[in-house]
Nanobody
Framework: QVLLVESGGGLVQAGGSLRLSCVASGRTFSSYAMGWFRQVPGKEREFAAA????????YYADSVKGRFTISRDNAKNTVYLQMNSLKPEDTAVYYC????????????????????WGQGTQVTVSS
């Protein structure tokens, strides 16, 4: 069983920044790609960013590209999401997730490609 715990959410004004953290339990964290998703009530969970097992490759949704940065520290079993230039439309519950082991070369942007999820952290951006 893997436990993912997010933190760092909160209320911020438009243009501001937040850094989300996600700590994973277990000793195999460094073997898995990780992702961040977000969800607003009544809408499907939306992909935001993903990072490979080593941290050397990243991928972003167009909606966050250039503003968000995903990174990881395998020694701390932690993945981060640095969010800059926040907009009101970034308001959502943010989730981290562990990618299911796959030999696909495509970046995992669908929730079905992830097996473990955190409980989420609320990010609210005021205008």
């Amino acid at each position: 069983q893997v436990l993912l715990v997010e933190s760092g959410g909160g209320l911020v004004q438009a243009g501001g920044s937040l850094r989300l953290s996600c700590v994973a339990s277990g000793r195999t964290f460094s073997s898995y790609a990780m992702g961040w998703f977000r969800q607003v009530p009544g809408k499907e969970r939306e992909f935001a960013a993903a990072i490979d097992w080593s941290g050397s490759s990243t991928y972003y949704a167009d909606s966050v590209k250039g503003r968000f940065t995903i990174s990881r520290d395998n020694a701390k079993n932690t993945v981060y999401l640095q969010m800059n230039s926040l907009k009101p439309e970034d308001t959502a519950v943010y989730y981290c997730a562990r990618r299911i082991i796959s030999y696909s070369s495509s970046w995992p942007v669908a929730p079905s490609e992830y097996d473990y999820w955190g409980q989420g952290t609320q990010v609210t951006v005021s205008s």
